[in-house]
């Protein structure tokens, strides 16, 4: 039960990184160019957060965890989408 719980939280993690790449990569093109250059390096640093919790869920639960990471996709897709 442990592992899987650490796994699971480690792929949360790592969506709630790339849900901050994604705003970083939308707000920085609107911003005066110091500021944009600081979201842009805020979205580097948050892609590598995102890779390195995916690299260490995988390492930790010492198999493929893709199937894991799909199921937390489509359930964050369901719940953006619910009224």
Do not use: N, W
Not at 6 to 21: F, H, L, Q
Request: net charge negative; with cysteine.
């Amino acid at each position: 039960h442990e592992p899987a719980t650490i796994v699971d939280k480690m792929i949360i993690g790592a969506y709630i990184e790339a849900r901050s790449c994604e705003r970083f990569a939308k707000l920085a093109p609107h911003l005066d160019e110091e500021l944009s250059r600081f979201y842009v390096s805020l979205l580097r640093s948050e892609a590598r957060h995102y890779q390195d919790y995916l690299s260490l869920a995988e390492q930790y639960a010492g198999e493929d965890i893709s199937e894991r990471v799909a199921f937390f996709g489509k359930l964050e897709a369901e719940l953006i989408c619910a009224p």
